[in-house]
């Protein structure tokens, strides 16, 4: 079981936000990688990997956007977010494909 | 350019059934494990089933199993969702997936209602 929070997230224009997620096991695989990604889901619009193996962003994913993290415990952090984020970000074990429940970000 | 498109999604009764297709372009589809990920209306993403780059393995969701069937022909790049008996609660948009899920198709809508 994959879990997220904040479910909701309002963030200011210019400011960082974090997401956290939660795996009830550990991702670690047996090759010794960790398939842990990040998918941004935009209105109207198919998800988009943002983040491979915990914390390799995609070709094309600014460079504000970063993940972390370990074991059971990731974060996606957006060091200042911008309008062009606003959508519903999801984890996903990659070993799997279990999603987090999203967290859908919002500019207050 | 990569591009992943499904078709086959429809209006279908329960118990309907429906076959969904996913042409792939643009990307080296028979050396790589595919997967159909569904979306129930403003509802999260789910997981449906895998098949590997030679058919020879496949994985389902424990909900689908026994109902849905994924195939692949390597020779046409497209990528195949046999969905029978169906149930109000199949009602999602399904998506073609790549196997790093480092792209997805547009998404074909199901829906399965009386």
């Known amino acids: 079981v994959m879990t997220q929070s904040p479910l909701s997230l309002p963030v200011t224009l210019g400011q960082p936000a974090s997401i956290s997620c939660r795996s009830s096991q550990s991702l670690v695989h047996s090759d010794g990688n960790t398939y842990l990604f990040w998918f941004q889901q935009r209105p109207g619009q198919s998800p988009r990997r943002l983040i491979y193996?915990?914390?390799k962003r995609d070709s094309g994913v600014p460079d504000r956007f970063s993940g972390s993290g370990s074991g059971t415990d990731f974060t996606l952090k957006i060091s200042r977010v911008e309008a062009e984020d606003v959508g519903v970000y999801y984890c996903?074990?990659?070993?799997?494909?279990?999603f987090g429940q999203g967290t859908r970000l919002e500019i207050k | 350019e990569v591009q992943l498109v499904e078709s086959g999604g429809n209006l279908v009764q329960p118990g309907g059934s429906l076959r969904l297709s996913c042409a792939v372009s643009g990307f080296p589809f028979s050396n790589d494990w595919m997967n159909w990920v569904r979306q129930a209306p403003v509802r999260g993403l789910e997981w449906v089933a895998s098949?590997?780059?030679?058919?020879?393995?496949?994985y389902y969701v424990d909900s689908v199993k026994g109902r849905f069937t994924i195939s692949r022909d390597n020779a046409k790049n497209s990528l195949y969702l046999q969905m029978n008996s169906l149930r109000v609660e199949d009602t999602a948009v399904y998506y073609c997936?790549?196997?790093?899920?480092?792209?997805w198709g547009q998404g074909t809508l199901v829906t399965v209602s009386s």
């Open positions: 997936v790549t196997g790093g899920a480092d792209y």
């Open positions: 193996e915990v914390s």
């Open positions: 098949i590997k780059r030679d058919g020879s393995e496949i």
């Open positions: 996903m074990q990659g070993i799997y494909w279990r």
